[in-house]
């Protein structure tokens, strides 16, 4: 679903945000990108959905090449951005119309998703509602109600539990699940590590813009032959490499 070969990025003259990565992301799989804040993740995830373009490698999204068929890349996923911030005058359901045009939503079949998404995430009674009212965690899940209004087999989403309150975090990792028991995909960010080890069939841990380990939860305990949290697991992993670092 997700194919990334030797994909780096570098800001001005010294930072490599991210570092020749290779990634891939199966279908019907829910798949953790774990990493400390500044690693690399939104940058990746821009180049995935084509905000930004890679410097050097090859993206390919649902079989489509980011660079030669972006549109039919982005008309395929479904993605939901780390900052919720956009059209403040908007009405929720105005902004929801917009989605929906966007990724031509048949009219029918968007009343019916917006009335569904709406309900699960208790949106329903704010929907009329202009969107500079909205708490940070409204927007969120306006967001994630946008971005799967047209029901995408891809959801990619950036740190998408940072400020929901657990009964909304709950519901979308439930959302998440029932998506990927459906044969769908979910791809999603996070520095939250009890996040991942709790709903990720595989992960990815980045740190300084590089892959350090990519497999399921049971091979990453069982590489690091360590008991206890992937806490633990996580830190052991990002000092390992820093120590190896200072050999060079
Ligand atoms: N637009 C930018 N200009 C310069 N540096 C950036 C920019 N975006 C990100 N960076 C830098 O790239 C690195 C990776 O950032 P980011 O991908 O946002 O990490 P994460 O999402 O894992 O927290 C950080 O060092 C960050 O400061
Ligand atoms: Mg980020």
């Not at 959801?155 to 439930?174: A, C, H, N, Q, Y």
């Amino acid at each position: 679903m997700i194919q990334l070969r030797k994909v780096s990025k570098q800001f001005g003259a010294r930072v490599k945000a991210v570092d020749a990565i290779d990634l891939s992301v199966r279908r019907g799989e829910i798949f953790g990108f774990l990493g400390p804040n500044g690693a690399g993740k939104t940058t990746t995830i821009k180049m995935i959905t084509g905000i930004l373009s890679p410097d050097e490698g090859d993206i390919a999204v649902n079989g489509y090449d980011m660079r030669a068929e972006p549109l039919q890349a982005k008309r395929s996923f479904g993605f939901v951005p780390d900052d919720p911030n956009v059209f403040p005058r908007l009405k929720a359901i105005e902004y929801l119309r917009f989605m929906g045009d966007i990724y031509a939503v048949p009219a029918n079949e968007r009343k019916e998703r917006i009335a569904q998404l709406a309900g699960r995430l208790g949106l329903d009674e704010a929907l009329t509602e202009r969107i500079q009212s909205y708490s940070h965690g409204m927007r969120q899940k306006l967001m994630i109600m946008g971005a799967l209004l047209h029901d995408p087999d891809l959801w990619i989403l950036d740190e998408p539990m940072t400020g929901l309150d657990p009964r909304s975090s709950f519901v979308l990792k439930e959302m998440m699940r029932q998506q990927a028991d459906r044969g769908k995909t979910v791809f999603f960010s996070t520095h939250v590590l009890d996040v991942a080890e709790k709903i990720c069939d595989r992960v990815a841990v980045i740190d300084r813009g590089r892959i350090l380990f990519c497999g399921s939860i049971t091979e990453m305990k069982h590489q690091f032959r360590k008991e206890g949290s992937l806490e633990s697991m996580f830190l052991d992993l990002v000092e390992q490499v820093e120590t190896a670092g200072e050999h060079v």
